[in-house]
């Protein structure tokens, strides 16, 4: 089975908080893709990072950080030092080699409260 | 380029009346993928384009939905009949190339109300 489980359904923290994000995912293709995307509430699906399979660095962007741990097959997000405009829900997606086509989870809905 | 682009944003429309969107993709891609999206989840997968073919269409979709994409560059989403439980953002996604590696871009999506 191919698939990708985000347990959090909402997560509310306050600004300047750091806050991690779950994703577990299952595949049984060697090579694959994982991707995290962000949903503001005007719909967009914004796309934030990709990983690929045989790539476990951890990456840092700013205050975005994913670790990316293949032992546990799972790929978090951590923002550091929140802010109000992070709120928006967050995607995690698996693109395995053997199909076309990105699983998705379900989503958090991370809210900041300043 | 200035992204995927669908139109109309928003449709309002009464329940048996047919529908259809529009997606513009980047124009060096040649996947296009439509989905459906419902409050409080993921994107559902619609139907694939790798150019012009459509090479995939989900299973759980009826009869009523048809998409096309008849030059390899813009498609549309066609439902018939609509029905309540047709309510969504039907969100349309390009990728470059064609293997797995490559990031969707996606459209700001069109919200469609039945009522």
């Known amino acids: 089975a191919q698939k990708v489980t985000q347990a959090q359904t909402e997560i509310s923290v306050v600004e300047k908080e750091d806050v991690t994000l779950d994703c577990v995912y299952e595949?049984?293709?060697?090579?694959?893709?994982l991707f995290w995307y962000k949903q503001p509430p005007s719909g967009e699906l914004v796309f934030l990072i990709r990983r690929n399979s045989f790539d476990e660095q951890n990456e840092i962007s700013g205050r975005y950080s994913w670790n990316f741990q293949k032992s546990t097959s799972s790929f978090n997000f951590t923002i550091t030092a929140s802010q109000v405009v992070d709120s928006a829900v967050y995607f995690c997606?698996?693109?395995?080699?053997?199909?076309?086509?990105?699983?998705w989870g379900a989503g958090t809905k991370l809210i900041i409260k300043p | 380029d200035t992204g995927v682009s669908q139109d109309p944003r928003h449709k309002i429309t009464k329940r048996g009346q047919n529908v259809t969107f529009r997606c513009d993709p980047i124009?060096?891609?040649?996947?296009l993928y439509w989905y459906r999206q419902t409050l409080g989840q993921g994107p559902e997968f619609l139907t694939y384009?790798?150019?012009?073919?459509?090479?995939?269409k989900s299973r759980l979709l009826s009869d009523r939905f048809s998409a096309e994409r008849p030059k390899g560059s813009f498609s549309t989403l066609e439902i018939q009949r609509t029905e309540q439980g047709d309510s969504a953002m039907y969100l349309c996604?390009?990728?470059?190339?064609?293997?797995?590696?490559?990031?969707?871009?996606f459209g700001q999506g069109t919200r469609l109300t039945v009522v």
């Open positions: 997606a698996l693109s395995p080699r053997s199909n076309y086509q990105l699983i």
């Open positions: 384009f790798q150019n012009e073919a459509q090479l995939e």
């Open positions: 124009s060096e891609h040649n996947r």
């Open positions: 996604a390009s990728r470059e190339g064609a293997g797995s590696s490559t990031e969707a871009f």
């Open positions: 595949t049984r293709d060697t090579t694959y893709y």
